[in-house]
């Protein structure tokens, strides 16, 4: 991946933690908002991650199908057993009935929405939590 210059620092405490915000270029049914979530976690642009989430039923394992080719693993976890740290996970689109659609969050919180205007406020956020981590093998 190649960095981008505009970081966001996050305070956890004694912690600042770096993540590179991201916005979705694509939008609607086929829009790509959890491609921009993956980006802004990995810390690169948008187009040097894949974009499966285009109407394909397979598009999670076709996702870890590209972190596993890279050292990496999507790991579903329960929000209410979820590690802290950086995640995606799921709220109702703002912009389309019963869908869903891809944020950043930090420790099981909402910390960057791809989709401009970016400051949206969400309060329910799906049970389970999508992280990022490297693979053990």
């Not at 690169?44 to 596993?68: E, L």
């Not at 019963?98 to 969050?105: A, E, K, L």
């Not at 970016?118 to 992280?131: C, E, G, M, T, V």
Request: hydrophobic share 35%; with cysteine.
């Amino acid at each position: 991946c190649t960095f981008k210059r505009m970081y966001t620092e996050l305070q956890r405490e004694d912690l600042y933690i770096i993540m590179i915000p991201i916005a979705q270029t694509k939008f609607g049914p086929s829009g790509n908002c959890f491609s921009a979530c993956v980006a802004s976690i990995l810390e690169c642009q948008i187009n040097d991650v894949p974009d499966y989430r285009d109407g394909r039923r397979k598009w999670f394992s076709d996702w870890c199908k590209w972190g596993n080719s890279r050292g990496l693993v999507f790991d579903v976890y329960d929000q209410a057993v979820a590690p802290l740290g950086f995640s995606i996970g799921e709220v109702p689109s703002p912009t389309m009935k019963n869908s869903y659609h891809s944020v950043v969050c930090l420790d099981g919180k909402v910390v960057w929405d791809p989709l401009p205007p970016h400051n949206r406020k969400y309060s329910k956020l799906d049970d389970s939590l999508i992280f990022i981590v490297p693979s053990s093998t």
